[in-house]
């Protein structure tokens, strides 16, 4: 479904207009669409069909306490990588026994953490946080579940900072080391491999990549077979990307591809999805504060910027940007730039838009690694971030004020002095 689109001449969330959203709330916001999350998560329950699986929701994505608990009660599990990850599932309702931990630098705390919450695995990163979690296990008498993060050394062809499955990368542990680690957990009495791991990256816009590391994970698996080691679930990670500008694969279609290389393995598919997910679900609303024509170049000078979403100024990232109620006339070319003191402060580069000051924006496919990646830079409050569900606006996140900017801040007496 799309979630965002068209009604009588202005851009609408399911069937709420953005105009009155920024009236009601101002701007920026952040709009998400219940049902789109929804749909999303679906399309992977729905692709997936009998096989034993589990969706674990890559929570860095975006995690909104209120988009945590939609998906909670869709029956998802959840992908963390921190501790304040796992504390949000948890705050939001998600079974921790359907968390997996990955990251490649968990504390001793995290694990503790981790292991009392009786999360479903940790996806280990390298032999000296196995042998760490051995030790904090042991410590607290229990077993901890692994899968160990294999790196298969393959080129997903995708923007070099989001890439995590080339040698070159921190990520993970090559197949040969990995089969060592396993047999080391084997034999580890407060370890028990239950699974496999793998992440190749992110915004991966072709699945060939995906099945070449499956076909990896999966000569694993038959040589740990060879050594007694049997394993319950396998894990692909995340990565599948969406239609930012290209046409990205159904995620029927990413599914059906993997699933096809293990049916008949009693094996328990898990995926780490992130992206598709929430992407195409979210909007960022925002106003035109001022119009800057020029020779060289047109700024639209608009009040969000790289603090509220970074992923032009971080990837070089290109997003749709819509203007909510389009206006007739002739379009000229704008550069929509924020209010940050920063060249790389842009939202868009020439965009073909017909601009008045005051007019409203949306960037589209805002609704995974906006909010999350968002900070205070140039102390800007954080945006509202709103969710419709059944035309009704749910704020579930509410602007930042200026006081809570330096909530956390002290001045220490001898310097007031
Ligand atoms: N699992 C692991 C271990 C991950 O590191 C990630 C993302 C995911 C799952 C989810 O991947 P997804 O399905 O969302 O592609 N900030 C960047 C994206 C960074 C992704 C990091 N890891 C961006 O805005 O493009």
């Not at 968390?99 to 968990?106: A, E, I, N, R, Y």
């Not at 790196?151 to 989001?162: K, L, Q, S």
């Not at 028990?192 to 994970?217: K, N, R």
């Not at 409203?360 to 609704?367: E, Q, R």
């Amino acid at each position: 479904m799309t979630s965002f689109n068209q009604q009588d001449g202005a851009l609408h969330c399911e069937g709420v207009s953005l105009e009155a959203i920024a009236q009601s709330h101002g701007t920026p916001t952040y709009v998400y669409s219940h049902a789109a999350i929804k749909d999303a998560f679906l399309s992977y329950q729905n692709a997936v069909g009998d096989h034993p699986h589990l969706i674990c929701y890559a929570v860095k994505a975006n995690s909104n306490l209120a988009i945590l608990r939609t998906l909670a009660s869709l029956g998802a599990g959840f992908d963390v990588v921190s501790v304040g990850e796992l504390e949000r599932v948890m705050a939001a309702g998600g079974d921790a026994g359907k968390v997996v931990f990955s990251g490649v630098g968990k504390t001793a705390s995290e694990m503790r953490r981790g292991l009392q919450a009786g999360i479903k695995c940790f996806n280990v990163e390298s032999e000296a946080e196995l042998r760490l979690l051995a030790s904090v296990a042991e410590t607290m008498a229990c077993i901890a579940p692994i899968s160990i993060r294999v790196n298969p050394d393959v080129d997903a062809g995708t923007h070099p900072y989001i890439s995590t499955g080339l040698r070159e990368n921190k990520f993970g542990v090559d197949v040969e080391s990995a089969r060592d680690l396993y047999r080391f957990a084997d034999d580890a009495p407060f370890l028990e491999p239950v699974g496999i791991d793998c992440h190749i990256g992110s915004q991966i816009l072709d699945v060939a990549p995906f099945i070449t590391a499956l076909h990896s994970l999966l000569g694993l698996i038959d040589e740990l077979a060879e050594d007694g080691i049997s394993l319950d679930h396998l894990d692909v990670g995340g990565g599948l990307g969406v239609s930012y500008e290209s046409a990205a694969p159904a995620v029927a279609e990413y599914v059906f591809a993997l699933a096809e290389h293990i049916a008949g393995r009693p094996l328990e598919l898990l995926f780490e999805p992130g992206r598709s997910i929430v992407a195409m679900a979210g909007a960022l609303l925002t106003e035109v504060l001022y119009l800057k024509p020029g020779d060289l170049r047109q700024f639209a000078v608009v009040d969000a910027a790289m603090n509220d979403l970074l992923r032009p100024a971080l990837y070089g990232a290109r997003q749709e940007i819509r203007a909510v109620s389009p206006r007739a006339g002739d379009a000229e070319i704008w550069d929509i730039v924020g209010p940050v003191c920063e060249t790389s402060d842009f939202l868009g580069k020439d965009r073909e838009l017909v601009l008045e000051q005051g007019d409203l924006l949306a960037v589209m496919g805002a609704g995974a690694y906006g909010f999350s990646m968002a900070s205070n830079y140039n102390s800007r409050p954080r945006p509202t971030e709103v969710l419709i569900k059944d035309d009704t606006v749910h704020v579930i996140s509410r602007r930042e004020s200026i006081t809570d900017l330096w909530r956390s801040e002290e001045i220490p007496p001898e310097i007031a002095s």
